[in-house]
């Protein structure tokens, strides 16, 4: 599982989404699956092997799928109401 493939079935409910037109599947990958290294749209810094994080997937284009820091994630899905949202367990 380390190269994060997005099957669009998480399984363990891991997928949240709207049913709006700008929708996006949001997975939290864990530290210990971490390891590559990836560039976070929002900030522009580092999400670094090791490092948890959120990989974004959008409904309407998955090939543009982006891994994102948690926090940044965060930030921006509360301004965007019509985003994905992550549900709590």
């Known amino acids: 599982m380390p190269d994060h493939a997005w099957t669009g079935d998480a399984g363990a409910g891991d997928a949240w989404a709207d049913d709006e037109a700008d929708a996006a599947d949001v997975r939290h990958v864990q530290p210990y699956d971490a390891v590559k290294t990836y560039r976070c749209p929002e900030c522009d810094h580092e999400i670094r092997p090791g490092e948890g994080h959120e990989v974004v997937v959008p409904r309407a284009d998955p090939e543009a799928r982006r891994h994102w820091h948690s926090g940044c994630w ?8 019509g985003g994905a949202r992550r549900k709590r367990r």
Request: aromatic share 0%.
């Open 74 to 81: 965060r930030r921006v899905s509360a301004r965007n109401t």
